[in-house]
Structure formats: C-alpha cells, structure tokens
Nanobody
C-alpha cells in the first residue's frame, strides 16, 4: 500500500529553519514525482514545491523562492523540504503527495496525501 508520512514540523522563531521529511513506502519512489503543499488556517491548500523523478524542480509560490528547497534521496525513499528564513506567513500544515504523472499537474493531479506536519513560525 502506497503511503507517505511527513515529519519534522514544529515551532520556530521568525528567521529560523526547519527540514521536513516525506517518507515513502509501498511504491518505488524514484519513479514518482513528489510535491509539497501547505494549508494555512482559513485558506485553501496551495502547492509549494515539487520534484520530478529526474530531480527537476517546480516552484509554485514566489514567496518561498530562495528560502525553500526540495530534494530527494531515493535510497532512503525520502523527499525533503528545507526551509530557511521562515516567516510567520509560512505557518501552515505541510503535506506531501505523489503525482499521478508529473509536477505540472495541479493539486488534483496528486494522490496518497500524508497526514501533514504542523509548522508554526512565531516569536
């Protein structure tokens, strides 16, 4: 059974850093594009970053450029979201999901959503 599990969230001060992990099981990660999404309270879920099977990346949110980086370690079956210089507006539940085809699809093009990990940026 295909499963994704996020971890690494927490409370961090503005300007701080976190690395989120998305651990995969039940499928061959190196054949699948994985996306990171987030949902802030009262807002729609939005796509943040996605990484293709070949390591190519897609960014969907201008505000994270230069601060968030997505990477993958296929041997560990894990995709990471490295976040630096965090801001209060980054506060959200962060999810990872597997793409049916590629990162070019919108949120409806992803499946096997994890349970999410809370990131709170506050003083």
């Amino acid at each position: 059974q295909l499963q994704l599990v996020e971890s690494g969230g927490g409370l961090v001060q503005p300007g701080g850093s976190l690395r989120l992990s998305c651990a995969a099981s039940g499928f061959t990660l190196d054949l699948t594009a994985i996306g990171w999404f987030r949902q802030a309270p009262g807002k729609e879920r939005e796509a943040v970053l996605c990484i293709e099977e070949n390591g190519g990346t897609t960014s969907y949110v201008d505000s994270v450029l230069g601060r968030f980086t997505i990477s993958r370690d296929n041997a560990k079956k894990t995709v990471y979201l490295q976040m630096i210089n965090l801001k209060p507006e980054d506060t959200a539940v962060y999810y990872c999901a597997a793409a049916w085809i590629s990162c070019r699809a919108g949120p409806s093009g992803f499946h096997s959503w994890g349970q999410g990990t809370q990131v709170t940026v506050a003083s």
